[in-house]
């Protein structure tokens, strides 16, 4: 049986193509340059902040672990199905419990360094080696599965999850977040090529609510799908811009 998955271009900006090199310089030049791990600080921050407003779109849009993948481990990838247990809410509960326990077990290590020169290379150390247990753990789940597999489980995926709830106890998201947006259902050809180009294997064609939009909380907000529609009646829109759109 052929793969149904396609590959695609899913690099559509400058950050997309290029952000893999900040994952190197962190991965690689923080083993020689630990305070080079200090900047993941920067991207922890953005991601949290960015999601509580719109959702993963960080993941399909900043991620430089994602241009990785996207970028440079697509073409070689097998971008075979993804095994449903690592897409599992008991994987990420538990790999988040895993990782946040592990994390925060070598920041109180540290701590009694706390004021010292050295605390900031010890805790840069960290971060760097966190950077480079994903590139090679998701590299190589990215070649042999799809180059989105480590996304499924990722705990900054997670804390994205979590951002994004608490926004919408807000009501936020709701004037923030762009969804992908069907224009008209009737034109839809239902050749399901939104799903088979999607990094995150979700299925839009099957699941439009009633405001023709996409709601899944794991969409990336990529564009992948939106450049591929052979009927070209996706877009991002708010849902104030979707209703609109609707009422056409």
Known sequence: MS???????????????????????????GLWEPKLGLLVILIMTGLIVTSFFTGRYWC??????????????LPISKNIKIPKFLKSKPM???????????FSRKIIKISKLWG????????????????????????????????RTWCQFCPMGSLQKL?????????????TEKKITISDKSKCYNCGKCSKVCPFQLTPHLEWSDKNQFDNINCIKCSTCIENCP?????????EEAMKLKSL
């Open 3 to 29: 793969n149904q998955y396609i590959k695609t271009n899913r690099t559509f900006t400058v950050i997309r193509k290029y952000g893999w090199l900040f994952t190197l310089l962190v991965a690689i030049g």
């Open 60 to 73: 399909g849009n900043f991620c430089p672990h994602g241009s990785l993948f996207d970028r440079l481990l």
């Open 92 to 102: 990420m509960i538990g790999f988040f419990g895993f990782f946040m326990f592990n």
């Open 116 to 147: 010292s020169y050295a605390f900031l290379d010890k805790l840069g150390l960290i971060f760097a080696n966190t950077y480079l247990m994903v590139l090679i753990i998701g590299g190589l789940l990215a070649i042999f599965t799809n180059p």
């Open 163 to 175: 951002s994004y709830t608490l926004g919408k106890t807000f009501d936020i998201p709701k004037k």
């Open 231 to 239: 009927a070209k009646i996706l877009s991002l829109k708010t849902e």
